[in-house]
Structure formats: structure tokens, C-alpha cells
């Protein structure tokens, strides 16, 4: 385990997760001034609440440990954890209703913009040595009826051999195991990248604290994130696991689908190799 596992805290990823969401031009944090909605909405929520109050008979104390705990996720800057975790699959699979194409997933707290621009063939930046087993991923972006989308845009990012992300754990190198790979003409790519360990969500937070008051576990599978764009489609937001991976079945985030989940083989060259292609449903 390196240095940088051990200064991982959830104070440090929890705040810069905080700000990494508060200051993306590209989200939307207004959803508008409908009274309406926002009566209907909210109500519903508290209402919830209220019911599972009278059904648990819930205490003051539990009232109290609650109440510390909410506030103590804000303190941590766990918001955009916890919400990723426990409620963002949800939102996907509501968002995903009607659509055609590859399946897509939750985009999960540690998405950058703007990752280095690479060729359709490439390697992420990496450190020397990065540890891990080397894995060719490549495949091609098509449209729904199979027309090859040249140029298409793959955003990616992941978590190195002990589970970190660049930019939310001490001492990784800005970009490393992120880049912005353009596929060529016939929407094709090949990156050479490491297997991402399995991700432990911070144990040391609010978070975590709730993970083992309740009795839970905090990992995610191993996997790759992706963004994959083309002009007159949809974007698609979707991630990739490894088949027998650990916790592909209890993923904390309940982010895994059947049809996300590769399967690599070992490369003549060393390292393993898989292909795995991307539709994209035409723009609504
Ligand atoms: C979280 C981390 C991830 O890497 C991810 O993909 C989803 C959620 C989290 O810590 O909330
Ligand atoms: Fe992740």
C-alpha cells in the first residue's frame, strides 16, 4: 500500500468532491422555480420520513444521532458520496427510461473535465511503474444501426492499483489514469491503461461511520469510467467492471448492470486485452 493510500482521508476526497461539483460549469444546480414541483417533491420526501418515524416509533436519541450524523456529512464535504452512493443509480435508471443504445451508469463524485486530449491510440497518462496488470481496451462508438461515429469523444477516468483517483487522494499526478481519447474516423479506439483496484469509499468520515453503525460493507467493484459523446447523440455516462471481480454482486453503489461487465483475456503482448463497443442513441 503506497504513502498516498494512507493520507487518503475522507475529509480531503470529501472536499474536494464538494468542489469539484460546485464549481462544474457543465451542471446544472438551479432545476428551476416550479412551485409546484418542488411542493410535490419535498412533501412526498418529509413525508416519507415522517412515516418511517411513526412506524420505527424512532426515539429522541435516534432523532439526536441523526441530526449529528447530517450535519457531520456536510462537515466531511461527503455530500456528493452519499448521494452517489445511495440515491444517484436511482436517478440514472429513471433517466435512462426509453433509451436505446448502451447501457450507462452512475457518473460517481470524481469526474473531471478537461483530462488531456489523446489519439485513438493510446495510453492514459500514467506514472512510470504504475502498478497493476496491463489492459488493452479498445472497440469501436457506432450509432444505433451500426454507422461507424468517426471522432467520436471517450472521456475516461479510474482509480489506480490501490483504488485512488488523481485529484482526490494525496500524490497522484494531476491527469494520471484520466484522458479525453478521440476515436478515429471509424469511431475506433484503443487505450492502454492498468486494472483499476477495487474502490473503498472513505471509511474515516460520516460516510463510513454510517457504513459500520449499520453494519454494511464500503467497496465498489473495480472499474473504468467513461463519457462517450458524438455530435447529433446522446452523451453517454456509463462505467466497466471485470467479470469475477470482488463485490461485482454487493456493489455499495448498486451500480452494476449485467451488460457493463468485461471480460479480458490475456494479450500476446503481456497484460490483458478486451474489446468492448459503444451505441449511442441519436439526440432526442
Ligand atoms: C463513489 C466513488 C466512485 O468511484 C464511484 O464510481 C461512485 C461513487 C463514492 O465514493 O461516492
Ligand atoms: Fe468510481
Sequence with gaps: MSDATLKATAAASGASAT?????????????????????????????AVHDVIRRHQVTYDEYNALKSWLIGVGQDGEWPLFLDVWVEHVVEEVAATGRGGSKGTIEGPYYVPGAPALPATSTLPMRENEAGTQLLFQGQVTGVSGEPLGGA???????????????????????????SV????????????????????????????????????????AHLHLKVYAPGHEPLTTQLYFKGGDHIQDDVASAVKPELVLDPRPAPGGGNEVVYDFVLDPAS
Aim: overall charge negative; charged content about 20%.
Design 182 to 221: 478521440v476515436a478515429d474516423a471509424d469511431g475506433r479506439f484503443a487505450v492502454t491503461t492498468v486494472q483499476p483496484a477495487p474502490y473503498q469509499i472513505p471509511t474515516d468520515g460520516s460516510c463510513g461511520r454510517l457504513i459500520a453503525a449499520a453494519g454494511w460493507h464500503a467497496w465498489r467493484p
Design 19 to 47: 468542489e469539484r461539483f460546485l464549481t462544474d460549469k457543465t451542471v446544472q444546480t438551479e432545476a428551476g422555480t416550479d412551485a409546484a414541483r418542488v411542493n410535490t417533491l419535498v412533501t412526498e420526501v418529509i413525508t
Design 153 to 179: 469523444l471517450l472521456e475516461m477516468w479510474q482509480a489506480d492499483d490501490d483504488g485512488l483517483y488523481a485529484q482526490f487522494a494525496p500524490g497522484i499526478p494531476e491527469w494520471n489514469l484520466r484522458g
